[in-house]
Structure formats: structure tokens, C-alpha cells
């Protein structure tokens, strides 16, 4: 079951374009038979966007797989695309954040892949770029 903080009370602009972003990017994973964990996930260091999991044969056995998602949501065509906020420190954040849900939740014996899915609001319709497994738990961009 999705768990999710309640901002929905006076949000300023720019929160509402990232929440409409982490709405869309949620859907999009569910589409792709992730289960959404969690959204928003608060630790003392940070916040991660998106935590999904989905299960997967590999060989003989079934395994679970955790996607840490980052959703970047970008409203206007100028500038870079919203993926290229994700830099090196980010990464490295991420990665962070995710070695701490990990031990916070208990949780033992999963894959893990770290994913940026990209929104841009600026067109008639959004235009949602995912970048699954975009970068490993050392940073590296694949």
C-alpha cells in the first residue's frame, strides 16, 4: 500500500508541479507493474521521491527488485531537460537516502536499481521520459 504525505494545503507553485510530476511518474510505474511503496519518504537527510517495488524471476527464483525514483518535473521549454538536475551530489544523495531506507525498513536480500523519471509540463501534454536503472548505488551513470 502506498503511503504519502498530505501537502495538499497551501502548496506553493512549485510544489504543485512536483506533485502533478510524482502523480504522473506513479501512474507510470504502475503501469509497468511496479507497486508503489512509498511517495515522499521523509528521512533526517532527505526525501526520496518514489520507492516501488516489483518481484522477477531471475534463474529459477523469484526476486524482489526496489526502485528508487527520482521524478523530475520541469514546466517551462526553456533550459536543460529536468533529467540533468540529477547531477553527481545528487546521485550520491540518493544513494544515501536509499542505504538508510534500507536499513530503517529492515530490509534484506532485494535488488536494488535507482531510476530518474523526467516530466515536461510545457507542452499541450506531458512528456514523461523514464531512465530506468539511470545510475548504480556508486553513482556512475550507465
Not at 84 to 90: D, E, M, P
Not at 106 to 121: G, P, S
Amino acid at each position: 500500500m502506498e503511503q504519502t504525505k498530505d501537502d495538499s494545503k497551501d502548496l506553493d507553485p512549485r510544489r504543485e508541479i512536483g506533485m502533478a510530476g510524482e502523480d504522473l511518474a506513479a501512474e507510470h510505474m504502475r503501469e509497468l507493474g511496479w507497486e508503489v511503496l512509498h511517495r515522499n519518504y521523509t528521512l533526517k537527510m532527505g526525501e526520496l521521491d518514489m520507492v516501488a517495488s516489483r518481484y522477477g524471476k531471475v534463474g529459477h527464483r523469484m526476486e524482489q527488485t526496489l526502485a528508487f525514483v527520482e521524478v523530475k518535473t520541469k514546466r517551462t521549454p526553456l533550459g536543460p531537460p529536468p533529467e540533468a538536475s540529477v547531477n553527481a551530489r545528487k546521485r550520491g544523495r540518493l544513494v544515501r537516502l536509499a542505504k538508510v531506507y534500507l536499513q530503517k525498513e529492515k530490509v534484506r536480500k532485494v535488488n536494488v536499481r535507482f531510476d530518474v523519471i523526467a516530466i515536461d509540463l510545457s507542452g499541450e501534454e506531458p512528456k514523461l521520459t523514464h531512465f530506468p536503472c539511470a545510475f548504480d548505488a556508486d553513482g556512475r551513470v550507465w
